[in-house]
């Protein structure tokens, strides 16, 4: 099993759905981070946490929240969405740490808003 | 924004060849790190440099920091078709702060 779990893979909705992607992790890690993916734009921080109930804005979190119900569950909530939220999300998890600066990446959950 | 930026965009060489990526970025950094992403996939951490580094090597990757030009450059040596994938640079400006991703480069090796 991977370590880190998004669900779903891919999903498609409408305008003005809510949607909630989930994120999960067996690595033990505290840190956990929402980042999004856009053609030609590279990654973006959405949100982050270092642990639970721990919440940070990152660059582009407007239109979104999150919850972190446990060290291994991190979800992100699109709370209208809307066309220009279609792109490739991705969970990632980091140990807490100052040496330890790797992050470990979910699979992406590919998000479709008509 | 703090992003780093990635240089070329895109690359296409022969197998056997060497790939060199660069990138820049903005403001002192405590670490960067170099990750690759397979088509549609997640990223997958490559090689940390840290600040009072100046090289570090794994494998077929060098990678080169120079804090004073704030860039670094990533070199992939007899590249094979599989080294086919985007890379990507992210910079940790300080403990806490979270990773700030460059825009990639797509790397195409040719059989």
């Known amino acids: 099993d991977a370590d880190v779990t998004q669900t779903p893979r891919n999903r498609i909705t409408k305008t003005g759905k809510r949607i909630m992607l989930e994120c999960s992790q067996t690595?033990?890690?505290?840190?956990m981070y929402w980042y999004r993916q856009d053609p030609g734009l590279g990654l973006r921080l959405i949100y982050y946490?270092?642990?639970?109930?721990?919440?940070n804005k990152g660059e582009i979190s407007d239109g979104y929240s999150v919850s972190r119900q446990a060290q291994a569950k991190f979800s992100l909530s699109l709370e209208s969405a809307i066309p220009n939220q279609t792109a490739l999300y991705f969970c990632?998890?980091?140990?807490?740490?100052?040496?330890?600066?790797?992050?470990?990446f979910g699979e992406g959950s590919r998000l479709t808003v008509l | 924004s703090q992003q780093g930026e990635e240089d070329p965009q895109a690359l296409s060489i022969q197998e056997g060849e060497n790939a060199t990526m660069n990138c820049s970025y903005k403001?002192?950094?405590?670490?960067l790190q170099w990750y690759r992403q397979n088509s549609g996939r997640g990223l997958v951490h490559l090689i940390l440099?840290?600040?009072?580094?100046r090289e570090k090597h794994s494998g077929r990757l060098r990678v080169t920091l120079d804090t004073s030009k704030k860039s670094s450059s990533l070199l992939i040596t007899a590249s094979r078709a599989a080294d086919t994938a985007s890379y990507f640079c992210?910079?940790?400006?300080?403990?806490?702060?979270?990773?700030?991703f460059g825009k990639g480069t797509r790397l195409s090796v040719i059989a």
């Open positions: 946490s270092f642990d639970v109930k721990d919440i």
């Open positions: 403001t002192s950094i405590n670490n």
């Open positions: 440099i840290r600040s009072n580094e």
């Open positions: 990632a998890t980091k140990e807490s740490g100052a040496n330890t600066g790797e992050l470990f």
């Open positions: 992210a910079t940790v400006h300080s403990g806490n702060t979270p990773l700030v």
């Open positions: 690595k033990g890690h505290d840190r």
